[in-house]
Every structure is written in structure tokens, then in C-alpha cells.
């Protein structure tokens, strides 16, 4: 089955500092694209950051960067310099470029900044 | 503005009423989603289109029907057979080639209770 698992359901860190959020997931493709989603109080789901399976470096954008391990199937997100617009629920996902096509979620992490 | 428009925002359903929650999107996207989102059980897949006339089931889809009768437009109906409706439903679009097109879009969501 086609799984992803985010390990920690919450997460806090004081503003300023880094934190990271771990992902793993688990598949038999080759073909696929990796994305952090963030969804504030609003429940509007915001796009963090992207990766493509195929690129070997690291998406960044701003402060948020990504470590990506495909052997490992592992696709961390790291948040330097928190801020307090920074808390909420974060979701990791990722999407198979087959046929199927499907785009499956973990359950996500909640993220506390404390000031 | 382009955007995926979910309607209504609210809604309410007396047990063994069926009720149809809309999703329309003007980004000219091919594939359609439609997610449920219960607290701590994260974003699951409820069923999904990559074309016109052609769906498939998602994880959770019993209880649920879909139509895709047109590109934009990718209704949701929650029957009287899904035993606890009560949630979030998120709708979401995107495209299928490769590269940025990959990133996924989301409606801001369809608060639905049973009273």
C-alpha cells in the first residue's frame, strides 16, 4: 500500500530557532513529485515547497529547505528562523505520475511557536 | 481571479437526506480530488478524475458519489449510505504534465454536519 507517515503529531520551538519535520513514504515508483503543504487555522492548504523525485539537490524556498533521502524514502522539512505566523498544521505529500495518478497525505504535523 | 470555488461553505444534513457539495475550478486543470479531512486522521482520498467522464475511487469513497460532466466541475454527493458525514471536505485540481504543473491547488473547504 501506498503510505505516507509523518512520525510526530506535534511539534514546538521557539521563535527564532530551527525546527525540523520529519516524512517518510512509501512506494515501488520511480516517477514521482514530493510537496510540504501548510494549513493554518483557516484550513486553507498552503504549498510549502515541491520536490521532483528525479532532482538530486534539496528544494529551498526562503526559509524552508528540504532533505531529501530517495533511497530512504525519507523528505524532511526544515524551518529556519521560526516565526509566529509559522504555526500550523503541516502535511506532507506526495503524488505518482502513473496512470493512477493519485496524490496521498500523512496525517500531519502540528507545529506550536512559542515566543 | 482563477481559483477552485467550493459551495456552500456551510452545510447542514438531517440523517437520510443526500446532499451535493460543488467544486468548480477555472485553471483549465485536467485532474479533480475531493478529500476528507477528520481531526487527527490527516487528508484522505474520497475519489478522484483525471478526465472528462472518467473517475475513480479514492480509500474512503463508500457512502459517496462523483460526477465529471464537465472539465471544470467535479460535484461531490454524500449519500444517505455514509454513515458519519460529519467533516471537512477539501476539493482540489491540478494538471498533468510535468514540472510547476504538478503542484496541487485546494478550495478553501465544505464544513459538513449532520444534525
Known amino acids: 500500500a501506498q503510505t505516507v507517515t509523518q512520525s510526530q503529531p506535534e511539534m514546538s520551538v521557539q521563535e527564532a530557532e530551527t525546527v525540523t519535520l520529519s516524512c517518510t513514504y512509501d512506494?515501488?515508483?520511480?516517477?514521482?513529485?514530493l510537496f510540504w503543504y501548510k494549513q493554518p487555522p483557516s484550513r486553507q492548504m498552503i504549498l510549502v515547497i515541491r520536490?521532483?523525485?528525479?532532482?538530486?539537490q534539496n528544494a529551498t524556498e526562503n526559509r524552508f529547505s528540504v532533505n531529501f533521502q530517495k533511497a530512504a524514502k525519507s523528505f524532511s522539512l526544515k524551518i529556519s528562523d521560526s516565526q509566529l505566523g509559522d504555526a500550523a498544521m503541516y502535511f506532507c505529500?506526495?503524488?505518482?505520475?502513473?496512470?493512477?495518478?493519485?496524490?496521498?497525505f500523512g496525517k500531519g504535523t502540528r507545529l506550536h511557536i512559542l515566543p | 481571479d482563477g481559483g477552485i470555488t467550493q459551495s456552500p461553505k456551510y452545510l447542514f444534513r438531517k440523517e437520510g437526506q443526500n446532499v451535493t457539495l460543488s467544486c468548480e475550478q477555472n485553471?483549465?486543470?485536467?485532474?479533480m480530488y475531493w478529500y476528507r479531512q477528520d481531526p487527527g486522521q490527516g487528508l484522505r482520498l474520497i475519489y478522484y478524475?483525471?478526465?472528462?467522464?472518467?473517475?475513480q475511487k479514492g480509500d474512503i469513497a463508500e457512502g459517496y458519489s462523483v460526477s465529471r460532466e464537465k472539465k471544470e466541475s467535479f460535484p461531490l454527493t454524500v449519500t444517505s449510505a455514509q454513515k458519519n458525514p460529519t467533516a471537512f471536505y477539501l476539493c482540489?485540481?491540478?494538471?498533468?504534465?510535468?514540472?510547476?504543473?504538478?503542484?496541487?491547488?485546494f478550495g478553501e473547504g465544505s464544513w459538513l454536519t449532520v444534525v
Open positions: 505529500a506526495y503524488r505518482i505520475m502513473n496512470r493512477d495518478d493519485k496524490i496521498i
Open positions: 482540489a485540481s491540478s494538471i498533468r504534465t510535468g514540472g510547476s504543473g504538478n503542484t496541487i491547488y
Open positions: 485553471l483549465n486543470h485536467d485532474a
Open positions: 520536490q521532483e523525485a528525479y532532482k538530486q
Open positions: 512506494t515501488s515508483e520511480s516517477d514521482y513529485y
Open positions: 478524475s483525471q478526465i472528462v467522464n472518467d473517475f
